[in-house]
């Protein structure tokens, strides 16, 4: 029986290990298409959320599955609780991905004379908070996942920073108020995946020192 648990336990962690990687991987690629202005690789993007989708349900259908079926405890039960909800962290953030690839598709085509904003500092530290998180996860690294933590406030001063700028275009320029808020929304969409970073940082914390340290406690 405990073999048979530790084989179940070992396919979910390659699996939410595999979901991790493709959702980075959309961010990323997000990232190229919002910087390039491709609308193709956005239109890709778009497209391949359901994949993320059917292994997000394949993850937690699993968790359940052995949770009725062996009824584990201490450190087993633990984990597959904090993959549930690292499960759902990363099927948002691949959410959002293509929610930025959908502004990308937005704002396309437009004229020169188009406000623009440079997404690359937030994109940078965004991204790191969610590799970090995920390498934390991996190496069960409980300092890591302290560093995410902290990171969080740096991208949402950039998120202010982003409303501010384009207020201030806006009121420049009101005629482009539609595009410049679907600016302003990309920088959103980072902000929230830099918060679901955080959120799977939080959970590695609680899974190595079994301590909950949601909202500062």
Known sequence: ??????????????NILSLGSMAEDRFKKAVHALKTNDTTLAREIIASDVEIDELEVEVEEECLKILALYQPV?????????????????????DLAANIARRIKTVSGTGTGQYR????????????MLKMSLDALVGMD?????RVILMDKEVNEMRNQ???????????????????????LISRHMERIGDHATNIA???????????VRHGI
């Open 142 to 146: 409980a300092d890591m996942a302290d």
């Open 202 to 212: 939080e959970e590695v914390i609680h899974l190595i020192r079994g301590k909950i």
């Open 162 to 184: 982003a409303y501010d700028a384009m207020k201030t275009a806006i009121l420049k320029a009101p005629e482009q108020v539609g595009q410049t808020i679907n600016l302003y």
């Open 1 to 14: 029986m405990a073999g048979n648990l530790q084989k179940e336990i070992n396919k979910i962690k390659k």
């Open 117 to 128: 904003y440079d997404y690359a500092p937030m994109a940078e530290k965004t991204g790191l």
């Open 74 to 94: 201490a450190i087993d039960l633990r984990f597959l609780i904090v993959v549930v909800k690292i499960n759902n962290d990363l099927e948002r953030v691949a």
